[in-house]
């Protein structure tokens, strides 16, 4: 539910504003949007169009979002603000000296949803790495397939500040699976996100999930069982979501090289918390596929993994104190992937 509060319809940059409101996870959420917004101009139209398929969270450009999650008595669970960019992602420093650059992709954990901008994973990477600049393309409440889609629709070398050598890293949990393919509790909210397919053995962009019949078959599910209890998982993971997941990921691999450099790398890390701990198996089969694509992956020892002190409790994403923890394990992971280029 929201409120549009202002939007006027200038030639010129106007400020607008956008409230809404929404509850899940026995929280009610409430976001105000503010930004100045050119409504005319060709840049926003298309900025429109592409959220509308991607991020959910993030509807104009160069916004700041004030963001609080509290339960039904009124206790806080959080209060945080976010400052993002011109395409909708989470602001990092420019360094004016920095000669190597990370991108940081991933869902709303690297976007950093319940962490104000001195809180993210990327703030906290960027004081581990101080000769590194920092790019977060974190995609509030997606999977990989809305990068691909973003990729698709625009060029990196558009979001990146230089040539510099560039690493990209794909922050990749259990649950991210279901959302590549459209799983039945996703359709409740996200219907609108881009459907690939393997069709033979050829990625092909279907358009969005809500165009598939067996989307408007899950909705129904989901009114006659709204607890999730009859039809809890759907559909079952079987090898062929497997192979299309990677497949996404290999298409995603090759873009980034296309638009930036083919000496460039990119990975994708393997979350060490799990929402899920069935969804292990899942994991592993999807990493299994990956590498035989020749995909990268980077694994953290299990015994350094994250815990559930690190997670707010009812909203589940990741607090300010466990994107510190993750972004330790993973600056010595990419200073080693930056001096093994160097050496070549």
């Not at 929201?2 to 607008?16: E, G, K």
């Not at 060029?155 to 959302?179: G, H």
Request: glycine share 4%.
């Amino acid at each position: 539910m929201f409120t549009l509060l202002a939007f006027p319809a200038l030639v010129q940059a106007a400020p607008v504003s956008l409230n809404k409101q929404d509850k899940r996870n026995g929280l009610i959420y409430t976001q105000t949007i503010t930004a100045d917004v050119d409504a005319s101009s060709a840049f926003f139209q298309k900025y429109r169009q592409i959220q509308k398929h991607i991020n959910l969270q993030v509807d104009f450009p160069e916004a700041v979002i004030q963001h609080t999650a509290r339960d039904e008595r009124g206790a806080i669970e959080f209060q945080k603000k976010y400052t993002t960019t011109r395409y909708g992602f989470r602001k990092s420093p420019l360094k004016e000296k920095s000669n190597k650059i990370l991108i940081i992709a991933g869902d709303s954990n690297t976007f950093g949803i319940g962490c104000n901008d001195d809180e993210t994973l990327t703030y906290h990477l960027d004081k581990l790495l101080p000769d590194t600049q920092m790019i977060n393309m974190g995609l509030a409440g997606t999977g990989a397939n809305s990068l691909l889609y973003f990729l698709q629709h625009y060029d990196l070398k558009d979001v990146i500040p230089s040539t510099a050598p560039t690493v990209m890293l794909y922050d990749f949990n259990d649950y991210l699976i279901e959302r590549m393919i459209g799983g039945k509790n996703f359709i409740r909210w996200g219907w609108m996100q881009p459907d690939y397919e393997l069709r033979g053995n050829e990625l092909v962009y279907a358009g969005t999930f809500n165009d598939q019949w067996i989307s408007k078959f899950y909705k129904l599910i989901n009114l006659i069982d709204p607890k999730n209890i009859l039809f809890p998982n759907l559909p079952r993971i079987h090898d062929h979501h497997y192979k299309l997941v990677a497949r996404i990921f290999l298409e995603i691999k090759k873009t980034f090289l296309q638009q930036t450099n083919k000496t460039n790398r990119f990975a994708v890390l393997i979350h060490p918390f799990t929402l899920n701990e069935q969804n292990r198996p899942v994991v592993a089969k999807v990493e299994e596929e990956l590498n035989k694509l020749g995909i990268e992956t980077i694994r953290f020892d299990e015994k350094t993994a994250l815990n559930y002190i690190s997670i707010y409790p009812h909203d589940l994403h990741m607090r300010p104190e466990g994107q510190l923890y993750y972004a330790g394990l993973i600056a010595p992971k990419v200073q080693n992937i930056f001096s093994l280029e160097s050496q070549k």
